[in-house]
Nanobody
């Protein structure tokens, strides 16, 4: 089993900033990618940002220029710096990892429990 531990969620005012962190643990042989998805109430889960083990990144159009993903996938850590927050950023944010478990002998997707981000005046 893989455990993804998230932290840094909370409340912010429009224009403010938050920083999310995630660390993966378990019997991991290789970690290929990590990232963040979010789910707005009443909407489907959507990609926010992703980073690969080679350092390649991609972002959803809605957060491009405002959010920055960074970290060390090989060391199983990832961060999401969220600046210029908007009310529409309010959602549950989920840490994501695509990795190979030695005990499972396969690549699989794994998810954190989710952390609430609320942006309001």
């Amino acid at each position: 089993q893989v455990n993804l531990v998230e932290s840094g969620g909370g409340s912010a005012q429009p224009g403010g900033s938050l920083r999310l962190s995630c660390a993966a643990s378990g019997n991991i042989y290789m970690n290929k990618a990590m990232g963040w998805y979010r789910q707005i109430p009443g909407k489907e889960r959507e990609l926010v940002a992703r980073i690969t083990d080679s350092g390649d990144t991609n972002y959803s159009y809605s957060v491009k220029g405002r959010f920055t993903i960074a970290g060390d996938v090989a060391e199983k850590t990832v961060y999401l710096q969220m600046n210029n927050l908007k009310p529409e950023d309010t959602a549950v944010y989920y840490c994501y990892a695509y990795l190979f478990l030695r005990t499972n002998r396969a690549f699989s997707e794994y998810w954190g429990q989710g952390t609430q981000v609320t942006v309001s005046s």
